[in-house]
C-alpha cells in the first residue's frame, strides 16, 4: 500500500500545475538547444542556457532521477507508475536526454530502473 501511495504521489507532483509549465518550458529551452548548441552535453546546458532554463531542466532530469531511484528500491509501485509515465519518460528519455548523456560522454541510457520497468511504447507491436 505504501508503494502505491508513493506512485500516486509521484504522479500528483508531475501532473501538477506548476510542474506542467515547468516541463514546458524546459522542453521549449530544450528544443532550441537541440538546434543552437553543436554538443549539447549537460556541461554545455549549464554554460550557455539562462538561469531560469537551466533550472527548469534540470528539474525534470531530477524527477526522472528520483523516479528512477524510487523504482529501484522498490520504493513506489512500478505498475502505477508504468501506467503514467511509460509514454512520458520514453518521449523525454528519446527526444532529449539520450543525445544529451552521448554528448557529455555517459551512457545513453541512465536510468536503468525505469527502462527496465517502463515499456516503450515504440517497441509495442500493433
Known amino acids: 500500500m505504501k508503494?502505491?501511495?508513493r506512485a500516486l504521489d509521484l504522479i500528483q507532483e508531475y501532473s501538477s500545475p506548476d510542474y506542467?509549465?515547468?516541463?514546458?518550458?524546459?522542453?521549449?529551452?530544450?528544443?532550441?538547444?537541440?538546434l543552437e548548441?553543436?554538443?549539447p552535453s549537460w556541461d554545455s546546458l549549464y554554460r550557455k542556457l539562462s538561469t531560469e532554463e537551466w533550472q527548469k531542466i534540470s528539474k525534470i532530469?531530477?524527477?526522472?532521477?528520483k523516479l528512477n531511484f524510487m523504482v529501484d528500491i522498490k520504493?513506489?509501485?512500478s505498475r502505477y507508475l508504468a501506467k503514467y509515465f511509460e509514454v512520458?519518460?520514453?518521449?523525454?528519455?528519446?527526444?532529449?536526454?539520450s543525445?544529451?548523456?552521448?554528448?557529455?560522454?555517459?551512457?545513453?541510457?541512465v536510468f536503468q530502473a525505469?527502462?527496465?520497468?517502463?515499456?516503450?511504447?515504440?517497441?509495442k507491436k500493433t
Open 3 to 5: 508503494e502505491k501511495n
Open 20 to 34: 506542467i509549465q515547468i516541463r514546458n518550458d524546459a522542453s521549449k529551452a530544450l528544443k532550441k538547444s537541440m
Open 37 to 39: 548548441i553543436e554538443s
Open 61 to 65: 532530469e531530477h524527477f526522472y532521477k
Open 75 to 77: 520504493e513506489a509501485d
Open 88 to 97: 512520458e519518460f520514453w518521449h523525454w528519455q528519446a527526444r532529449y536526454f
Open 99 to 109: 543525445r544529451i548523456n552521448i554528448e557529455s560522454g555517459e551512457p545513453e541510457m
Open 114 to 123: 525505469l527502462a527496465g520497468a517502463f515499456e516503450n511504447p515504440n517497441n
